[in-house]
């Protein structure tokens, strides 16, 4: 006996369901992977679940009390639960923004031209460019110099984990002095973010970061509420750091974490973990600054050459309520001998 073949009707109810289910199951796919999506300021990685983990800003709001010419920086950088956990242009510090990368001593070398000055001119010689791109300008200019953004995407999107790819240019008065790749990669485990940054920075010429105190990555956190900080050894007591003495900087360690009770009795904090490839740093966390800042120049001077990458890698751990210890000495041991 022959099997009936199905009606047309049939069919095209048949075909219509399998459509629809495919459909379902693409959004479905689509919505369990972590987004980045437009935002009026930049762009915001989003959780699978819809949560925003931070948005890149790449340009300031029309009202903003930010002084710095730039912004490119993490901000809000949440917690899995949802608290900010940044602060962007604060009272006591309008150039500070979320989570960045900065110095405000640097200076581009690049080989001047003596052809022309005879027989007895010069032998070498620089024309150097010095600038803040920090935004205080107390050691090196500001006007004129900016890190503007070029790109930013996603480069690579799972449901457990996602890498956005960030481009800028360090600008003097609209040349390009130095080009940045960052790569940007958020998991979520046992509770926290966890948010791996690797900073690739190619200047155009010889670079000199100078040898001052604070500079270089920083993560500026909020303030409104009781704050402490922390290393391997546990609570830190020593005395406060200052701008103006390198020295008084606290020691190295793998790690420094910021832990603060909100006045609003949520507790939060990041734990900031260095990586042994870096230069090695010291931490000026200055407790009335409210920043976590591993600092490669407080030792001395950081020479780059021209046209060769350099490489800075650190490592976040966001986390609702007190430092969990056991899981951040895990991340710390995974990320020390990881990457290379």
């Known amino acids: 006996m022959q099997t009936k073949q199905p009606s047309n009707l049939r069919r095209a109810v048949w075909l219509s369901l399998l459509t629809v289910a495919a459909v379902a199951t693409t959004q479905t796919m689509q919505a369990a992977n972590y987004t980045l999506v437009p935002d009026d300021y930049g762009m915001t990685l989003k959780s699978p679940e819809g949560r925003v983990v931070f948005t ?27 608290e ?15 989570v960045f990368l900065a110095w405000h001593s640097m200076e581009f070398r690049e080989k001047a031209d003596f052809s022309k000055f005879g027989p007895l001119g010069p032998t070498r010689g620089f024309m150097i460019n010095r600038g803040d791109f920090w935004g205080w300008g107390q050691f090196a200019p500001t006007t004129g110099r900016i890190i503007t953004n070029r790109s930013i ?34 998991r979520e485990q046992g509770g926290v973010y966890v948010m791996d940054l690797d900073y690739q920075l190619t200047p155009v010429c010889d670079l000199v970061l ?3 105190a604070f500079g270089g990555f920083c993560v500026r956190a909020r303030n409104d509420g009781e704050s402490w900080y922390a290393d391997p050894k546990g609570k830190i007591n020593l005395p406060d750091p200052h701008y103006s003495v390198p020295e008084l900087n606290w020691p190295a360690s ?10 609003n009795g949520k507790t939060l904090g990041v734990t900031v ?22 600092c490669i120049v407080a030792k001395k001077p950081v020479m780059l050459k021209a046209q060769a990458p350099f490489h800075l890698r650190y490592r976040l751990i966001v986390h609702d309520g007190l430092m969990p210890a056991d ?14």
């Not at 900010?84 to 979320?98: K, Q």
């Not at 973990?273 to 931490?283: G, M, Q, S, Y």
């Open 254 to 263: 793998e790690w420094s974490d910021y832990t603060i009770k909100l006045t």
């Open 210 to 212: 100078g040898h001052t």
């Open 84 to 98: 900010r956990l940044t602060d962007l242009a604060p009272g006591d510090h309008h150039h500070h923004r979320g």
């Open 56 to 82: 890149y800003m790449t340009r300031k709001p029309e009202k903003t009390n930010l002084a710095a010419n730039s912004t490119c920086c993490f901000h809000p950088l949440n917690t899995p639960s949802g």
């Open 153 to 186: 995407k996603l480069a690579n999107a799972e449901a457990r984990h996602a890498t956005v790819e960030i481009r800028n240019d360090w600008q003097i008065d609209g040349k390009t002095m130095m080009d940045e790749l960052t790569l940007a990669t958020v």
């Open 273 to 294: 973990l260095d990586h042994p490839a870096n230069p090695p740093a010291t931490w000026h966390n200055p407790r009335y600054v409210w920043m976590v800042n591993p």
């Open 327 to 340: 899981l951040v000495k895990e991340l710390n041991r995974e990320w020390r001998k990881g990457k290379k």
